[in-house]
């Protein structure tokens, strides 16, 4: 919407004044412009998608089919929904309403690698063929994006090249669009281009963190509510420079800030918070085990030359933390070290294998080389062929594999592995995002069975699990408090 000001009438000003309080504009001249949305807020009588033809799916929660209408009614819009809460089904049910809205254009959903067949049969599960989606391989993008007729498609962002053109793109759905966060990345660069100008965008994701603004101000251009990430970060915050908090509200910014986002995104962990039905209180509990692996000699006579103590202190830094980390796993420096960790890992996991699956998370090559050693199962490199990759994970879903072991950066991101009811973790780093992220793979809406999640380690390693656990209880509470604030002022 743009409108152009009379200096010579009041209620040109007014109207002036009016534009300067909406969460996003810009002035050139005398000339303003801001969404189509805020249109009301002037006066200015605008037509809206209409979503009276929407007919939500039988199969979808009260709370899928609300965020869906809202989505298509605004047209462009961000859900950033905690994990397992069905934010593919709130994708295919936007796709499957812009199909009839845009004619002969294409759709086109991009997702992680690993996560492009889950979506397909996702698709095809419920909506057999009323919806085909299109597999769309890195060689036949660029061809399939530019070519007539009314298809949707589904790729991966590692097939998107600098130069993939728009074609007859009519719609954009970016599932796991925190990719957005680098910014300055490869892929996010190329999906603001591929975006540019579209009338259709949706992104889905993960709830971001309380304090990551970057994640929003992303998402906020990727859906041209702001031309860049630094004019929405000025709006609204204040630059601390490097600490913890580096970009902390303005004062008094609360309300708008919220409101802003409201306009073209929701922030969701719990559908009751907003009144619709409780369908999170039927998922399973997760359970942390805490398992405590000793000391060798070896390791102990590391820490007391390295240290001068027989007692891994617990004060240092994310230095010392890895270093403890990787003495613990048998190795440092091109040293390596009696280790109790891998047979403790196999023991524990002997102990149910024969009832239960088990995803083991590993942070080092050599690492997952030797749980791969004591379990036995499949192991996920970053070397693994993706055909053998999508074959490991058909096996472990069905059974037919009992262990599976990977990093989080692989296998971490998007899947649903609601076969595995147990977790090991040979190790943790300081993110708390990348451990949130491994459990959510196997604790999700549709989950019967609680997860439980071991986590072995020594006492070298305990600061580091301990960072982490605390980081969750914060990260929990603070995101608790962003969804209601979230949904108070977004009224």
């Known amino acids: 919407m743009q409108i152009i000001f009379n200096p010579r009438k009041i209620e040109s000003y007014r109207n002036f004044l009016k534009v300067k309080q909406l969460p996003a504009w810009s002035m050139r001249g005398r000339l303003a412009t801001f969404p189509d949305i805020y249109a009301s807020r002037l006066g200015i009588a605008v037509n809206h998608t209409s979503v009276a033809s929407y007919d939500p799916e039988p199969w979808l929660f009260d709370y899928q089919a609300a965020i ?16 397992g809460l069905g934010k593919t089904l709130i994708m295919l049910s936007y796709a499957a309403y812009v199909r009839q809205r845009i004619g002969k254009r294409r759709i086109l959903i991009i997702t992680p690698p690993l996560v ?57 759905i970016l599932d796991e669009s925190s990719i957005l966060k680098s910014h300055y990345g490869n892929y996010a660069g190329i999906c603001l281009k591929l975006g540019e100008g579209l009338e259709w965008k949706l992104c889905c994701t993960g709830t971001p963190a309380p304090n990551d603004r970057i994640e929003y101000a992303n998402h906020a251009c990727f859906l041209d509510r702001f031309p860049t990430v630094n004019s929405f970060l000025a709006k609204y915050f204040v630059n601390r420079g490097q600490t913890g908090e580096r970009w902390e509200l303005k004062p008094h910014a609360l309300r708008p800030f919220y409101r802003s986002l409201s306009d073209w995104c929701i922030f969701l962990t719990d559908p009751s918070v907003y009144g619709w039905q409780d369908n999170c209180s039927t998922i399973p509990p997760i359970n942390v085990h805490i398992e405590e692996v000793p000391l060798t000699a070896e390791q102990r006579a590391w820490v007391q030359r390295e240290h001068g103590t027989l007692v891994a202190i617990r004060t240092g830094g994310i230095t010392q933390r890895s270093a403890f980390g990787q003495v613990s796993k048998g190795y440092w420096k091109g040293q390596e070290f009696d280790t109790n960790k891998y047979q403790f890992i ?40 993706w055909k053998q990759r999508e ?60 997860l439980n999640v071991h986590i072995p380690v020594t006492e070298l390693e305990e600061p580091m699990v301990e960072n982490v656990l605390r980081k969750a209880k914060r990260v929990e509470h603070d995101t608790k408090e962003q969804e209601q604030l979230f949904k108070e002022l977004s009224q």
Not at 411 to 418: A, E, K, P, R, T
């Open 68 to 83: 869906t209408r809202t989505a298509i009614e605004r047209q462009k819009f961000a859900v950033f929904a905690d994990c």
């Open 116 to 172: 492009v067949r889950q979506i397909e049969e996702e698709a095809r599960r419920f909506y057999g063929d009323s919806l085909p989606i299109e597999v769309v391989k890195a060689n036949g993008l660029a061809q399939w994006i530019s070519s007539d007729g009314e298809k949707i498609g589904i790729t991966n962002y590692e097939a998107l090249k600098k130069d993939t053109p728009q074609g007859k793109l009519g719609a954009l």
């Open 346 to 385: 196999a023991d524990l996991v002997n102990s149910w294998r024969d009832e239960e699956s088990t995803l083991c998370w590993c942070l080092y090559d050599n690492e997952q080389q030797r749980c791969q050693d004591a379990l036995g199962g499949d192991s996920m490199t970053g070397k693994t062929p």
């Open 391 to 450: 074959e490991m994970i058909q096996r472990f879903k069905l059974g037919e594999s009992r262990v599976l072991t990977s990093k989080s950066r692989i296998l971490g991101f998007g899947l649903n592995l609601q076969a595995a009811t147990r977790q090991v973790f040979s190790g943790l780093q300081d993110s708390y995002e990348a451990y949130y992220q491994c459990v959510k793979r196997s604790n999700r809406i549709g989950s019967t069975k609680p």
